[in-house]
């Protein structure tokens, strides 16, 4: 055997290492800073444990702290250590899974007498995970057959339906028919596929976060599991920046806001997930709406209407029955025996639209666009607020068009959806690539390459970075999304475009070409909002509850300093209102100062209070949103700043 080994980095260059060395001793002797940094090494295109040994002609990188997948090794890794200790201080609790999650990890178990975690308990937990740091307690990977991993794990019945492949764990997969385990010396041993971090003192900067109940398998009908959440960084400055991060997003939480702003509610009379709009939520969401359809007009929309059920036949050729039914409601019997449901796409009613006649080549692009009120049954578990909720109305075009007028139909498409989106305050993008879902999608290969080329191309042509989401598209399509982030970093996504050779095959459409002869469109479809209510949540999350002055429910809030300044102020609102703005009046039956006050709670843009020289000469004082007070401001020069706030959407 030779004594030495050569392995190839990721630049190409080469470096020389002892015969029998590990990815760790590579990391070491690329540099000690490297080697502080180091959780994983990419060997060969596999991610390894840094105790793996290395062979000669092996390509390799180093993972580090810092990146993705280095992150999410120490939350997969913090996951084992929150199971132990967990194990350790509650005698008879068993384990189910604990995946890494975005910006953290969680791990499922169920407690002995069906007991529940108390917030008390998650700092008893947190002081036995940093014991368990301090004791540097080894990973150690081993692959076992079947039958003596159920020997290992025959008090813990989640991990043996695990093992026996009725259940699902991402994180439990084995190769070669084994079942891979991970140890940590001398009590703890989890399924798990690795890879981890070296021992547990490479872990430390973490917090726990929350208890939540999670149905085993994500299904009612199992039995409830307590769910513990926490969040694990590679620096205690990391950690420290997230739970500031967090803080705020707390304070911007749409739930909260909703209801302190008065915009929203979801009363229990109707049912989880189905939101109502107040007035002044239902002012904010008119301007939204009646602004979006101004735009879509001017760029060549047609408005359409559709019914909010339908019979399942027309679900069965769209395939949405065959393909999407866990999402939909139950049917409803009518009509002896007909099966009628609650619609949870709007497309399959365009297509019908679009149906109704014979089209003609001279007709496309033919773009209808529908506010469109679809149901959806999300379960229990992830219905959040209005940014995951049951039934939304989605701002929903279709887009039919010949093959030859695609690509710039595409391109026209992402500009007007980005520059929309810009309007109502965002303006941060990335775009992000679903491709066709393997085992889950209709037509051929060849088709699915051509449409996802064509959304590919668009998407290059905005000068954007572009993210690949492999086998992340729809059953009959791939698409585009528009990542957006807010005001603290948050990405969310929101618009949505689709190319589907599909759904025109399954309901025959088709149009009259130049030749006479009748040729089959392509559908684009686009979901610009994405949903109005998400998008509202979107919004009010980015604002922080301070909608910028043309979005506002109540844009001014005139105050008297006493009540014989009652005409003026009134004579002041009706200005305003004559003038196409939103006033409104508070009389001084209570104190100025609390009445600014809770005028500032509500967010209002602008208060404006008027005392005796305002009625004097005709002028007002202002107290603008997050800015200086400014007396004697003429009250055709406020009416001219507030009609540029509203004209510039700020």
Known sequence: MADQITITLPDGTAKTLPTGSTAGDLAAAIGPRLAKAAVIANVNGVERDLVWPLADGDEVAIITDTSERGLYTIRHSTAHVLAQAVLDLFPGATFAIGPPVENGFYYDFELPGGATFSPDDLERIEARMREIIAEEQPFIRDEVPEEKALEIFRDHKYKCEIIRGAAEDPTSATERGLVRTYENPPRFIDLCRGPHVPHTGRLGHFKLMRVAGAYWRGDERNPMLQRIY??????????????????????????????????FSFPENIGSGLAVFHPKGGVVRRIMEDYSRTRHEQAGYEFVYSPHISKASLFETSGHLEWYAEGMYPPMELDEGTEYYLKPMNCPFHILIYKSRLRSYRELPLRLFE????????????????????????????????????PDELRSLLTFVLDLLRDYGLDDFYLELSTRPEGKAVGTVEEWEEATEALRQAAESMGLDLVLDEGGGAFYAPKISVQARDAIGRTWQISTIQVDFMLPQRFGLEYVGPDGERHRPIMIHRALFGSVERFFAVLLEHYAGAFPAWLAPVQARVLPVRDDHDVYAHRLVDRLVAEGFRADFVDAAEPLGGRIRKAKLEKI???????????????????????DVERGVAVDDFIERLAADVVGHV
């Open 230 to 263: 926490g969040t694990a960084w590679a620096t205690k400055r990391d950690l420290d920046d997230y739970l500031t991060r967090l803080a705020e997003a707390e304070k911007r939480d749409h739930r909260r806001l909703g209801v302190e702003l008065d915009l």
């Open 371 to 406: 506010f469109g009120t679809v149901y959806r049954y999300e379960k229990s578990g992830v219905v959040h607020g209005l940014t995951r909720a049951r039934g939304f109305a989605q701002d929903d075009a279709h887009i039919f068009t010949t093959k030859e007028q695609m």
């Open 605 to 627: 843009p602008y208060v404006l209070v008027v005392g005796d020289d305002d009625v004097e000469h005709g002028t007002v004082g202002v107290n603008p949103r997050g800015g």
